[in-house]
T-cell receptor, first 118, second 113 residues
Framework: ETGVTQTPRHLVMGMTNKKSLKCEQH?????MYWYKQSAKKPLELMFV???????ENNSVPSRFSPECPNSSHLFLHLHTLQPEDSALYLC?????????????????FGSGTQLSVL | GEDVEQSLFLSVREGDSSVINCTYT??????LYWYKQEPGAGLQLLTY?????DMKQDQRLTVLLNKKDKHLSLRIADTQTGDSAIYFC?????????????FGKGTKLSVKP
């Protein structure tokens, strides 16, 4: 166990559905992330929350909507997805170092939610 | 843009050494990481190296960094069947924002008994 829990583990949804992915970390970290892992592509960073504020959104389509109500919980709300959005969605957390850019950053990942969009 | 390249597959026999290679393009990289992903699981940090080092050893794992050639390798000594997984190389550039590690596509290591 990495201390980062994601639910559900698997999700199948139609293009008109609305669903949410949940992530919870028990490590006392102050930063949380959503990554997308697609077959044969590098891991893509989607969203970054630090101290519960969104600090980065890497040009992700608006059909993905993140929410971070507190430093331990992170959600990804999904609506009107496309089949090409089918992927493994990974949540991660870290203790953001005080040094800023270029500092050591150890990410702790959850097991992911395998999403299939029909 | 920044890029991290790895070969996609490696197959070794149990007990042999495995060497997984990675090249990267960002010359400002400060930290480089190796993550392991077992089937049905997320990524697990194995080890990391700071860019002013050229070698780091941690039990069966040895990381070698050639900063001039922008080449990173992970050697696993006495490879076991439990080492079968996908191994990701990642780099943290000085200009990179928080959490924005650049990952390779991963090398799938298969260990045959």
């Amino acid at each position: 166990e990495t201390g980062v829990t994601q639910t559900p583990r698997h999700l199948v949804m139609g293009m008109t559905n609305k669903k949410s992915l949940k992530c919870e970390q028990h490590l006392g970290h102050n930063a949380m992330y959503w990554y997308k892992q697609s077959a044969k592509k590098p891991l893509e960073l989607m969203f970054v929350y630090s101290l519960e504020e969104r600090v980065e959104n890497n040009s992700v389509p608006s059909r993905f909507s993140p929410e971070c109500p507190n430093s331990s919980h992170l959600f990804l709300h999904l609506h009107t997805l496309q089949p090409e959005d089918s992927a493994l969605y990974l949540c991660a957390s870290s203790q953001a170092p005080a040094g800023g850019a270029g500092t050591n950053e150890k990410l702790f990942f959850g097991s992911g939610t395998q999403l299939s969009v029909l | 843009g920044e890029d991290v390249e790895q070969s996609l597959f490696l197959s070794v026999r149990e007990g042999d050494s495995s060497v997984i290679n990675c090249t990267y393009t960002d010359s400002s990289s400060t930290y480089l990481y190796w993550y392991k992903q077992e089937p049905g699981a997320g990524l697990q940090l194995l080890t990391y190296i700071f860019s002013n080092m050229d070698m780091k050893q941690d039990q069966r794992l040895t990381v070698l960094l050639n900063k001039k050639d922008k080449h990173l390798s992970l050697r696993i000594a006495d490879t076991q069947t439990g080492d079968s997984a996908i191994y990701f190389c990642a780099e943290r550039g000085y200009g990179g924002s928080q959490g924005n590690l650049i990952f390779g596509k991963g090398t799938k290591l298969s260990v045959k008994p």
